[in-house]
């Protein structure tokens, strides 16, 4: 049971240190649907969408390769990554201060993206440096940096935000962005003592190779990923108002918890996927942990279908009509965390050309839905665009790694995702015998991944006799 184990160490390391500022967006909703309208909260969202793929665009993903690559090397060669990394990031950061001094000179205040453009533009600064700085600690070993650093964002996040929101309501809110993430950067700049990791005579041209062949293939992949996660907002504003995409954007926020938690278990299934990859038993190692991801990822969508009423409770009144939605939008970010799960098995193979491939077929789908779905469905067409991109990533993904690890039982997994799909449609329906449909559904579910509930079982077992001794 070592190699469980040693994920579970995992998951709950990068957990406590990846998913404190993910979560304070959701701990934090009641206060924001509060003091924010309906077309406030949906600019907020789509800002972050636009701010997430700038850092990786602008930055080249550099982050990713300060994590990865300076690991295990000696003090010297981590020196030059650091210095290195930097050095390009900035250099793309120097390039988008002057787009962004254009965009605010000449162009119109009527875009979201204008009108907001120079704290656009500061939030993705202090978002590259925190996000920089803090994989370059975990790359070090310095976890106990990382662990307190995203612990600290999210603390600053709330802080500023009661305090600024209030005041100056939606510019409140980005500034409470800006000054939380600029804190807990300094934090993790000072407590690292990474200063001693950046030296000019450090800087090196084999380093800046392998950090942009590294990296580079990065880019491409995240901006059509930026496509499919957030495309349908600028499509919603388009047709239907920035109304529509606060209602989404609230709707979604509960599903996409489950997909935050997911993120945090991925960071970690990566680091046991390279070290399983080539034995004997990966086969049975990649199925067992698959039936638990099936099973855990349905269970916990159905929990937040079945507590949706309860927790729009804690949403101003505004958004009450994103109960509605909260069903199936839990379908696309299934579909999706299992996709990623079984993408992981290219970069194990180093066959990373198929994550390129098969999330272009998928922006292709959602951009072509969107533009059929969204003007005549609003929300729902939204919905159904993600749950089909997604789905066309997740069965060429499957096809794809076939060769490297087959996964048992799809009969089993694709019954019971038709009867997780029954479950949604009928959950908003008017039928009468709803409910004992719902149940005998649940029920079939349990009986289908059987398997997974004894294998959980007795892993739960063996750590608890582990504990004992």
């Known amino acids: 049971m070592g190699k469980y184990s040693r994920l579970g160490k995992n998951i709950l390391l990068v957990f406590v240190g990846n998913a404190g500022s993910r979560l304070i967006g959701l701990l934090m909703l009641p206060f924001y649907t509060r003091w924010l309208s309906q077309a406030d909260y949906g600019t907020t969202d789509m800002i972050n969408v ?22 295990g090397q000696p003090a010297d060669i981590q020196k030059k990554y650091f210095s290195t990394g930097l050095l390009l990031a900035s250099v793309g950061l120097c390039v988008a201060a002057l787009v962004f001094f254009i965009i605010t000179r000449f162009f119109s205040n009527e875009v979201i993206f204008f009108r907001y453009s120079h704290l656009i533009y500061m939030i993705i600064l202090a978002n590259f440096f925190q996000s920089y700085f803090q994989q370059f ?20 996040t709330a802080g500023f ?28 700049l000072i407590r690292g003592k990474l200063w001693n990791y950046f030296s000019i005579q450090h800087l090196n041209k084999t380093r800046c190779r392998e950090m942009l062949q590294y990296s580079l293939p990065v880019v491409p992949h995240g901006v059509m990923a930026w496509f499919i996660n957030g495309s349908n907002r600028f499509f919603l504003e388009s047709y239907h108002g920035l ?10 926020k509960f599903p996409m918890l489950i997909a935050t938690f997911f993120h945090v278990f991925l960071i970690s299934w990566q680091i046991s996927v ?8 990966y086969h049975d190692f990649y199925n067992k942990i698959f039936s638990l991801v099936f099973l855990g990822l349905t269970f916990c969508m159905l929990a937040i279908i079945l507590s949706g009423n309860f927790l729009m409770m804690i949403v101003d009144e505004k958004f009450s009509d994103a109960r509605y939605y909260i069903p199936i939008l839990t379908v696309a970010p299934l579909i999706s965390c299992l996709s990623m799960f079984v993408g992981v098995n290219f970069m194990a193979s180093k066959q990373t050309k198929y994550v390129f491939k098969t999330t ?42 076939r060769k490297m690890v087959r996964i048992d039982y799809k009969l089993l997994y694709l019954f019971s995702f038709i009867l997780f799909l029954l479950i949604v449609l009928l959950f908003n329906s008017e039928m ?6 719902i149940i005998l559904s649940t029920l079939l579910i349990l ?18 006799k582990t504990h004992q001794k």
């Not at 309501?169 to 993790?188: D, V």
């Not at 109304?243 to 979604?252: E, H, N, S, Y």
């Open 50 to 71: 636009c701010v997430t793929i700038s850092v990786s665009v602008i930055t080249c993903c550099m982050s990713e390769a300060v994590f990865r690559l300076p690991k």
């Open 137 to 156: 600690t975990r790359s070090i070993d310095k976890m106990n940096v990382y662990v307190t650093s995203g612990v600290l964002l999210a603390v600053f």
């Open 243 to 252: 109304d529509t995409v606060g209602i989404f954007a609230v709707a979604l």
């Open 161 to 188: 935000a009661f305090v600024l929101i209030p005041k100056f309501g939606l510019t409140g809110f980005l500034w409470a962005q800006i000054l939380a993430t600029a804190s807990a950067l300094l934090y993790t």
């Open 360 to 401: 272009a077929y998928s922006a292709l789908t959602c951009i072509v839905s969107n533009v059929i779905l969204v003007p005549s469905f609003g929300i729902m067409g939204a919905a159904y665009s993600q749950m089909l991109s997604f789905t066309v990533m997740l069965v060429l993904r499957i096809y794809h790694t």
């Open 274 to 281: 390279i070290e399983e990859y080539k034995s004997d038993k």
């Open 432 to 437: 009468s015998a709803k409910y004992p449909i």
């Open 447 to 464: 009986y289908f991944n059987k398997s997974a509930i004894k294998f959980l079982i007795h892993a739960i077992k063996i750590t608890y």
